[in-house]
């Protein structure tokens, strides 16, 4: 019986080219009509193209056609080969090649990719990978236990380091499967493991083997042993673990709980006495951002990290987290090892927004500040914490918008008070909101900070009505080049 071959392409890639199909016996395919062997052909062909999810391949007779949009050069080369067949076999004569144009991948700075695996020993994957091949390879690389699921969330990119780096992503991922819970994350030539493993002997492993990662790698190893206090996402609940110091303690943690998550809260804890001393305080400072996480979990390990922070969150909830962690006193650390997510625009679901990617940006903008609003508090340019939602979907709108686009944050105030004091506000509040997108990650060099007072006011500044709504930030598109 025949089978459809395969050689190694040689490239860095390890994919295969299309080639003939071979008889394992050594003998002829004749006995088949050409009807017969054309679909033989096509059917094993398409099994071989399996994996190149962008491609199809068409059989005439003995020839094959392979047609698609490669998402990179690499691969548009290795499908134009052709291996043994022939009509003395049975098998492709030819493989011709119809492409559209190549696939344009991003090209990804830091290069970053992470596996993380959950209590329940599930795995999600985020980040870039260098084609959809790798990253499905990667995903599959771990079996998980029964009932837990696998999420790859990975998206194709360009900028990946050549030094093996699918390899280093499976090593990561083997040391990750001796750790209870944690993570594994590339970024460009570092590996970093962080994560809890509950066996000291596993500890020991994970920490010796990721250090001695050889250059041009270099690997960071934080893994912590078993938590004094746990609250951690599973599901649609929140649960609360650990030891407390008193009871009251208890009823203060798991009151900030049913206060901030908008779900089941389920109190595991215990109350028994240790040495840590207000260790309470941290829980206080960061539960309350923590619950809006949309999963993770929070640790108090006060012989290893001190606070520990994972999972995911918008951008806005892990700002504020970072702004009251600092304010922790004692010797206790804070650790983040948690993953921005963008949160959806409602306000753009069914508009045409054109072709333009300038007009987009700016209708897309106006959409949503229209809808949505940067509060301030009284009589200051300090952005009020009711305004997370509005500053999330700033980063939203802001990363559908081309990179060849510079934004201009322009701040508006009525015209109640001095001048010179109105013009000083608006242009502190637009530079508030300027920091904020900043310290999210957008790039500063593409923002232009403007305070227009009172000048532009899109309603009466006679009625309170129409003064708030001139207390306002606005953005103006414009086109950029570095």
């Known amino acids: 019986m025949s089978v459809y071959d395969t050689f190694g392409a040689g490239l860095s890639a390890g994919l295969f080219a299309l080639v003939g199909v071979i008889a394992t016996s050594g003998t002829s395919d004749f006995h088949k009509n050409a009807s017969q062997l054309e679909a033989e052909l096509q059917a094993k062909a398409e099994i071989a193209l399996v994996k190149f999810d962008w491609a199809s391949v068409k059989v005439d007779g003995q020839r094959a056609t392979v047609s698609g949009a490669p998402p990179n050069e690499t691969d548009a080369a290795v499908l134009k080969a052709s291996g043994k067949g022939g009509p003395i076999w049975g098998g492709v004569i030819s493989v011709e090649t119809a492409y559209s ?14 596996a993380v695996k959950k209590t329940d020993g599930g795995l999600t994957f985020v980040g870039s990978a ?22 790859n969330r990975v998206e194709v990119a360009s900028g990946a380091p050549e030094a093996g780096w699918a390899d280093m992503a499976r090593f990561g991922m083997d040391q990750l ?17 962080r994560g809890i493993a509950m066996d000291d002997a596993a500890r020991i492993q994970v920490s010796a083997a990721v250090s001695n990662i050889s250059e041009p790698w270099t690997g960071v190893a934080e893994i912590s042993g078993p938590s004094h206090w746990k609250a951690e996402h599973v599901g649609e609940t929140l649960v609360l673990s650990g030891s407390c110091e008193t009871d009251a303690d208890k009823s203060e943690i798991a009151a900030i709980a049913d206060q901030y998550f908008e779900g089941e809260v389920i109190d595991q804890m215990s109350v028994a006495s240790s040495e840590y001393a207000n260790w309470v305080d941290g ?4 539960l309350p951002h923590f619950s809006k996480f949309e999963s993770g979990e929070m640790a108090f390990e006060p012989k290893d990290a001190g606070f520990s922070f994972e999972g995911e969150a918008t951008a806005s909830t892990l700002q504020f987290l970072r702004e009251d962690m600092a304010q922790l006193e004692g010797n206790y650390g804070v650790q ?20 333009d990617p300038l007009i987009a940006c700016q209708m897309a903008f106006d959409l949503v500040m229209q809808a949505n609003a940067v509060v301030f508090n009284t009589g200051s340019a300090e952005i009020s914490r009711n305004s997370g939602e509005t500053l999330d979907k700033i980063m939203a709108v802001s990363e559908t918008c081309s990179e060849n686009l510079r934004f201009e944050v322009a701040g508006h105030t009525d015209n109640t008070g001095a001048r010179e004091a109105n013009t000083l506000l608006s242009e502190a509040r637009a530079q508030a909101v300027a920091n904020y997108m900043q310290t999210a990650g957008f790039n500063s060099a593409r923002l232009i900070v403007s305070g227009y007072s009172p000048d532009q006011p899109t309603a009466d500044n006679a009625t309170p009505e129409g003064r708030a709504e001139n207390r306002r930030i606005e953005f103006r598109i414009q086109e950029w080049s570095e």
């Open 130 to 151: 260098p084609d959809a091949e790798t990253s499905n390879s990667l995903a599959s690389y771990l079996s998980v236990p029964e009932g837990a699921a696998i999420d």
């Open 336 to 355: 983040l090892g948690v993953e921005s997510v963008t949160v959806e625009l409602n306000e753009l679901q069914g508009i045409d927004l054109g072709s």
């Open 101 to 114: 144009e190549t696939q344009q991948t991003a090209d990804i700075s830091p290069y970053v990719w992470r």
């Open 177 to 193: 499967s001796l750790l209870d819970t944690g993570e594994a994350k590339l970024t460009d030539l570092e590996l970093r493991l």
């Open 283 to 286: 829980v206080r400072l960061g």
